[in-house]
């Protein structure tokens, strides 16, 4: 299987909201496996928070820097790493995550993540526009890619144990 005994690392993907800094810290622990979210390391790596390497930098930029930080962060020992929800959408990236870690796609319906990313200001994507919208959008554009993980885990309700026992399940 794709459990944590393969020695690779499991990157969470999926749409904003959907839980995988939440559930990935979680699966970490229970994996005893060390945790890292991309998009933290990424304000790291930039000194400024990813609101603003949009802002300055523009959203290409920001998909060079996560591909780069994401690359350093597979080739060092394995991990649970959550990424930020367009990070499988970059071929690169996506090669990248296909050829060294196992990856899980937390799916989500709609209805959930508006619920979760409601009020919520550090998401540039979300800024300026309504976020079912956006969200419905961004999932007609991306479900078909994420569905290349090699997992996928239907996300049931906000029990982040349930979840991360569905994830490990789902692993084994
Ligand atoms: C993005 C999701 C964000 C962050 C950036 C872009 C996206 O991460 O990387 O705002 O394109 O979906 P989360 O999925 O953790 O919110």
Known sequence: GFGPLS???IVLIGLMGAGKSTIGRRLAERLMLGFVDADAEIERAAGCSIS????????????EGERRVIRRLLDGPPCVLATGGGAFMNAETRALIRE?????WLRCPLPMLVRRVAGRSHR??????RPKEVLERLMTERHPIYAEADVI???GDDNVDNGTSRVIEALA
């Open 100 to 104: 060294r870690a196992t990856s899980v």
């Open 153 to 155: 885990v239907q996300c």
């Open 124 to 129: 540039p994507l979300l800024n300026d526009a």
């Open 7 to 9: 020695g690779r690392s």
């Open 52 to 63: 603003d390497v949009f802002r300055l930098y523009g959203e290409q930029a920001f998909r």
